[in-house]
């Protein structure tokens, strides 16, 4: 169903290492990282908070999302690890109303080859970002910004 020109995107993105960004990253002071895969973007996010004393607030906007992969979301093409992944975190995450379910299901989609999710002091994070882009690592965002309350909750607005 995909476009030659989709497939074209998703296989570089998928085989894109991320060997850059962790060199890079070496230059910050990065508190925690993951690689995002089979947990999607929030069973991660989960991962960094279950213990700790803090939560995640992830503004789902700034979360870099393929058109393409709204558009399928659209048609019901979702992996069945994205329902499991939801079903075994849900407890952990809130989602503003404002946050279209396509989108929340896009965020608990378990990844093949996903990105790295750093945690970084916000004095950092745009000199990081910055830097990750001039290594061509154009997808780079501030996603969102630890808070101390609720502790081991994801708030998605």
Not at 3 to 9: D, G, Q, R, V
Not at 19 to 40: L, Q, R, S
Request: aromatic share 6%; glycine share 8%.
């Amino acid at each position: 169903m995909a476009s030659p020109e989709t497939i074209n995107l998703v296989t570089r993105l998928m085989a894109t290492l991320n060997k850059d960004a962790a060199t890079v990253m070496k230059n910050y002071p990065v508190h925690a990282c993951t690689d995002i895969t089979g947990f999607g973007l929030l069973g991660h996010l989960a991962e960094m908070v279950i213990d700790s004393n803090s939560g995640i607030q992830l503004m789902a906007d700034q979360v870099p999302i393929m058109p393409e992969a709204l558009e399928y979301a659209r048609m019901g093409l979702f992996p069945v690890g994205a329902y499991k992944n939801r079903e075994f975190r849900e407890s952990m995450v809130r989602f503003s109303p404002a946050v279209d379910l396509l989108v929340q299901d896009i965020l608990f989609d378990p990844q093949t080859s996903g990105g790295l999710l750093m945690a970084v002091g916000r004095e950092k994070a745009d000199e990081l970002i910055e830097e990750l882009k001039a290594k061509g690592i154009d997808q780079a965002a501030v996603i969102g910004e630890v808070a101390a309350e609720p502790a081991a909750t994801i708030l998605v607005f």
